[in-house]
């Protein structure tokens, strides 16, 4: 039910882990099955993706998706990396099945919180960007479900 390269992504999964002093970090979550995911981006000045980073407590699309996701948005501008979208990571990963789909947008979003928090940071504004609704700040994780 899983191509080959979901299978792939998600033994072998690429670029896990933290990066320390993040240009943008974004931690998203799925209520629904409360799986969680963080993106990690280091963005150098002229606003292109020289390093990006995962973490995924969540199912083996989940993981799979985040780990397509890293790769394609490494050497991205800012502006290119929004059009990562989950049918971009879902289409170079040969496809989801279709109650798999809702894994892959945790990736867009956790992408696009992870801009968010950037273009905070530097007080810019990244256009098309727009607030993630799933955002999970740090402060507000104690005591809430996700
Ligand atoms: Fe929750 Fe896949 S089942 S992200």
């Keep these: 039910m899983y191509s080959e390269k979901v299978m792939d992504h998600f033994t072998n999964p690429r670029n896990v882990g933290e990066i320390e002093d993040a240009s943008g970090v974004g931690t998203v979550g799925n209520a629904k099955c409360g799986d969680i995911m963080r993106i990690y981006l280091d963005i150098d000045e002229d606003g292109i993706i020289r390093d990006c980073k995962f973490k995924t ?64 940071k530097n007080e810019i504004v990244i256009e098309g960007l727009k607030k993630p609704k799933n955002d999970i700040h740090e402060d507000e994780e104690d005591g809430e479900e996700y």
């Design 57 to 120: 407590f969540g199912c083996g699309a989940a993981v799979a998706t985040s780990s397509m996701a890293t790769e394609l948005v490494m050497g991205k501008t800012v502006q290119e990396a929004l059009q990562v979208t989950n049918k971009a990571v879902m289409e170079a990963l040969d496809g989801l099945p279709p109650v798999k789909v809702h894994c892959s947008l945790l990736a867009e979003e956790a992408i696009h919180a992870a801009l968010w928090d950037y273009a905070e």
